[in-house]
């Protein structure tokens, strides 16, 4: 059977009536009271009536709006702090107009779950699939190569591993994003208690500045960015720490314009020839959109990234 529910101008138009009704009827009653008790003691219990009876939509306003709204705001924020996993919807929803928003609420973060579920069980299903063939492909050219081949026929093999070589490091990297996707690094870190190593010129401003974000999730984030800076060039970067905030900037010959717009995306990368799969940034992006933060690359000389949080 379905439950009744009150709407929100119900509920709101008769707490603002009520409240504007027992005032005037207080001040009727002060009128009649006055003479018989004296003005003093008459309004002192007519206030401590009053504020009896404002008690009663108070407590309505509290039950119907404000503890369905707190319901699904930590309902909506214990989808977002823990991707992957569905807490349990709220039990109250009050007024009609707030069941709804409830229902929607919940209808979304359903399809929102099943698309991530769909998205991890795709790519450990293919990651499955494609380690037995790319491993039999590896150890057939391993038996090949102890053969007698010539020239070209070795030049093919090399080929054949180099090939096998990519595909086992795209499967590690689609691995390593799907991870990302769903990893809770709740908490916080600073700068200074990384201890990051990297053979670049590492400067360190606001090492004590706390960051929301849990110290091992910062170090793959920073790690990353180190290795995409290094590969690229660059012989330094400085990491810039403020209330919430991140900078990273490094020293090399920066992102062309063409590339831009690409960079966060998976599979994107000007190093395919050198063994880059194109997924450190994506991965870094997906790591912290599961961590309540973003990443933006901006202009300058060099590489220069703003990361920064959502959630204190």
Known sequence: MRRWRPSLWLVTGGALAGTLVVSFLGLIALRYLAPVMGFRP???????AI????????VLMQRLILRPVRALSDFAAEVRARPGHMPAPPGHYGTTELHEMGRSVLDMASVLHARETSVRGFA???THELKSPVAAIRAASELLADGTLDTEDRRLLAEIDRGTQRIESQLSALAQITRAREADHRGTATLSALHLETPLDLRIAGGDVPLP???AGLRAILEQLLANAEAHGATGVTLTATQGILMVEDDGPGISEGNR???FQPFFTTRRDTGGTGMGLAIVAALLRANGGAIQLLDGPGARFRIGWQRP
Not at 42 to 48: E, N, P
């Open 42 to 48: 008459a309004a002192a219990t007519l206030i401590l």
């Open 51 to 58: 504020a009896s009876l404002t008690v009663v939509p108070w």
């Open 124 to 126: 450990d299903h293919v």
């Open 213 to 215: 974000m849990a110290e």
């Open 261 to 263: 717009d690409r960079i």
